[in-house]
């Protein structure tokens, strides 16, 4: 799809009706739209937002949020009995080449009483069929088709803001992005559904013992359990997010006193917490590793004891020679049937010998007990052999989980020193704000402890849930009745592996597709040539930076260099999606200083040359130089100006 036209009527600061028309040049496919910090670029990403989706994401301020969608000069105006609405029209042409047109909009009135009421929104989608502008039943299958909700952020962002992308811990922000751009919902929901199905299967089967009974009771409250931690982690998630989001507030307010003692002390300390996040993670990296050496070897070392004894046992056993020999029936049948013992003494007739012989019959089930023990002794001791490698593989990761934890204090002893000093000068409201960044702080450290906490129990359960299927499955077994519900967990177990793994090879396939897109543009864009030189991604989708001294330099990146591995990363995620949708960037080059702009600006038309893109930005950012660079792919531009008397902004 490209975008043709945008009409806005009351939306915002936009009063009456206002329109952009974008350029549709294959060439020019560049539209340059400037404005100065509140004329009302941003709400040019609501505007669009809110049609498609019914979404308004994008605000400077929380001022800005809590006003409402109908322009503040209309809704004054507005008289008693009076009616009024606020519209945003899209308007283009689908990947078929015909037009197409999506509406919303919601009306306002006021009673004879002078009540203000908003009523429902809105929403149309209508398409050239034949030579009319037909409505389409169905306008949010249209924009999946077009551009799913999942996959719009990496198409319609806010430049400035993805600085903020990399400032923390970054793995779940990743992770998420590539699950978005993956679209293997309808294979998630396939796993999902045949893994409660399975269930489901397991525990029809009940009273036939009191062991199965106590399995499916076990896996009935580990499968609760996970299911309410999985939603409490949730919860923590949007509160620590809220959190961060705060204290990013602070930061930017504490940046910009001009006091020079806090200036430094909050690039200190920007610095410190870069290099606290990127510890953090490989303490949360070095934890999980632990936590999979465990899980994989948990049968092993709980049931360390047992094994033991179940050996001592056995040897005990073999020593004095209690063991039963290792006679199969059929062999001791054909001697009698033959009546020729294996040492050629006749057994043909009745007699001691032939006795003997038979005697042993009665004691064949115990000589296959006796295959039995052996086998299971060598498991045994293979098994016991495993444990050792897994101890010193533990010891390692105790060495450098400590050594990590060091740092971590280290990091945090300075980063309590630096919030000592900023609260020590004599400004009132850069204390208030320190001690209340003080506060987000700690309870940011707080809730990334409880998260830890809770992935950690997670991992546990879904662990010990296993176990306790598997257990169940072989109680299963021991009954005949069972036997068509054991063939069918194992068709579903074998469907099930095949899924996940096909899950995993999907998403491993687009992550290093990810990472080595990502690694090309940001080296591309990258002013820094010779101090970068690797880009990854790893399977627990940590982004990681890496210099020509091969060290990890995410947290330490400036806030520029943020951007444009943000800039990067989106790129490569919006190429990975296959969707030709529009390209809209808010504030694209805010916080990028003077040469590397303009460097950015060159490239930009080259990564971007197949999609219709518009740029949003200040005339700090659309310098001439830049300007100049730009002018090549350039099909259309506008000013912005608000005029606050009027409430209202105009496109020139």
């Not at 999946?144 to 996959?151: A, K, T, W």
């Not at 003077?594 to 950012?621: C, F, G, H, N, R």
């Not at 531009?637 to 020139?652: F, N």
Request: proline share 2%; aromatic share 6%.
């Amino acid at each position: 799809m490209i975008i043709t036209t945008l009409e806005l009527e009351n939306y915002r600061p936009y009063r009456d009706t206002q329109a952009i028309n974008f350029s549709t040049d294959e060439e020019k496919n560049f539209t340059v739209i400037e404005g100065v910090n509140g004329a009302g670029k941003t709400q040019i990403l609501n505007a669009i937002t809110w049609c498609l989706y019914g979404k308004e994401e994008h605000f400077r301020s929380e001022k800005d949020k809590k006003r409402g969608i109908l322009n503040d000069h209309v809704r004054s105006n507005l008289g008693n009995g009076q009616r009024t609405k606020a519209r945003v029209t899209l308007k283009g042409k689908d990947t078929d080449g015909k037009a197409i047109q999506f509406e919303r909009s919601v009306v306002f009135h006021k009673d004879q009483h002078g009540n203000f009421f908003e009523e429902a929104p809105e929403f149309y989608c209508f398409k050239m069929l034949g030579k009319d502008m037909e409505p389409i039943s169905s306008p949010g299958f249209m924009i999946n088709r077009i551009l799913p909700e999942g996959v719009r952020n990496f198409f319609i962002f806010d430049g400035e803001k993805l600085d903020e992308f990399f400032r923390e811990e970054n793995a779940e922000k990743v992770k998420q992005a590539i699950s978005d751009v993956s679209q293997l919902t309808l294979l998630d929901a396939t796993i999902d559904h045949l893994e409660k199905t399975l269930d489901g299967i397991r525990t029809s089967i009940k009273g036939q013992t009191p062991q199965v009974d106590l399995l499916n009771e076990k896996i009935g409250l580990f499968s609760a359990s996970i299911e309410t931690m999985k939603q409490e982690k949730i919860g923590k998630e949007k509160d620590l997010e809220e959190v961060r989001k705060k204290v990013r507030e602070l930061d930017d307010k504490l940046r910009k006193t001009d006091v020079q003692a806090v200036t430094k002390s909050q690039t200190d300390r920007d610095s410190l917490a870069g290099l606290l996040s990127s510890t953090e993670n490989d303490i949360e990296r070095e934890n999980e590793h632990v936590r999979n050496i465990v899980i994989a070897a948990l049968p092993a070392l709980v049931c360390r004891d047992a094994i033991d004894f179940t050996l001592k046992k056995i040897g005990e056993k073999r020593t004095k020679g209690e063991l039963p020999p290792r006679i199969r029936r059929t062999f001791v049948s054909e001697l009698l049937e033959n009546g020729e013992c294996i040492c050629g003494t006749d057994i043909s007739k009745d007699g001691e010998r032939r006795k003997k012989i038979s005697q042993l019959i009665k004691e064949i089930d115990l000589s296959e007990i006796s295959e039995y023990i052996n086998d299971g002794n060598y498991e045994l001791k293979n098994t016991l052999d495993k444990i050792i490698p897994v101890q010193q593989e533990l010891d390692e990761a105790g060495k450098r989980l400590t050594e990590l934890e060091g740092r971590e204090k280290k990091y945090k002893e300075q980063l309590a020193e630096l919030s000592a000093s900023l609260k020590g000068l004599n400004i009132e409201e850069i204390r208030n704000n320190e001690f209340l960044r003080e506060q987000y702080e700690s309870q940011r450290e707080s809730l990334s402890g409880e998260i830890s906490v809770l992935q950690t129990k997670i991992t546990t359960a879904t662990g010990n849930l296993d176990l306790a299927r598997k257990e169940l499955e072989v109680e299963i077994k021991k009954s005949d009745r069972n036997a068509g519900v054991a063939i069918q967990i194992k068709v579903g177990e074998d469907a099930l592996d095949l899924l996940r793994n096909s899950r995993k090879n999907s998403i491993d396939k687009i992550r290093m597709t990810i990472e080595e897109k990502t690694k090309k543009y940001f080296l591309s864009l990258i002013w820094k040539k010779e101090t970068y030189t690797e880009v990854t991604i790893d399977e627990n989708y940590n982004m990681s930076v890496i210099n020509s001294l091969g060290s990890e330099c995410l947290g330490t990146l400036s806030a520029g260099e943020r951007q444009v591995l943000a800039l990067s990363f989106m790129a490569a995620l919006r190429e990975v999606s296959g969707f030709e949708a529009p390209i809209i960037i808010d504030t694209p080059l805010g916080r990028i200083s003077k040469a590397p702009k303009e460097k950015i600006a060159e490239l930009l038309p080259k990564y971007l040359k197949k999609s219709q893109v518009t740029l949003l930005v200040t005339d700090e950012e659309y310098t001439p130089p830049v300007k100049q660079k730009l002018s090549k792919s350039v099909g259309k531009e506008y000013v912005l100006e608000y005029v606050e008397k009027e409430s209202k902004t105009y496109v020139r």
